[in-house]
């Protein structure tokens, strides 16, 4: 019953910003964490960043300092801010959210996942 829909995905030049937004049903994302994850083409499915239940934020080193997580728990809502866009941030992007899990990303047992979006980057 839990369902995450992404979206906000598109063509941006480089340098440009984009946001991304998850909206969550069918659990109570207030006491859970929840990530971002992408897969560029070619290439496996990495962690974007997690935030927690206290509204800490963790980042992969790629993205550090141009992105931004965020959560509205009132509204069920997920987002990531993109700023100064690059080549590489071409990917599909997942939002994810604490489940039964084993393996963890920044502290996060990510369990379930939405379908992606999809974010290309031109020059």
């Known amino acids: 019953q839990v369902q995450l829909v992404e979206s906000g995905g598109g063509s941006v030049q480089a340098g440009g910003s984009l946001t991304l937004s998850c909206s969550a049903s069918?659990?109570?994302?207030?006491?859970?964490?929840m990530a971002w994850f992408r897969r560029a083409p070619g290439q496996r499915r990495e962690i974007v960043a997690v935030?927690?239940?206290?509204?800490?934020?963790y980042y992969a080193d790629s993205v550090k300092g141009r992105f931004t997580i965020s959560r509205d728990n009132a509204k069920n809502t997920l987002s990531l801010q993109m700023n100064d866009l690059k080549l590489e941030d071409t990917a599909l992007y997942y939002c994810?959210?604490?489940?039964?899990?084993?393996?963890?990303?920044?502290?996060?047992?990510?369990?379930?996942w939405g379908e992606g979006t999809q974010v290309t980057v031109s020059s």
């Open positions: 935030i927690d239940t206290r509204h800490s934020t």
């Open positions: 069918g659990y109570t994302y207030s006491s859970a964490c």
């Open positions: 994810a959210a604490q489940g039964k899990s084993i393996t963890y990303f920044f502290g996060c047992p990510v369990g379930y």
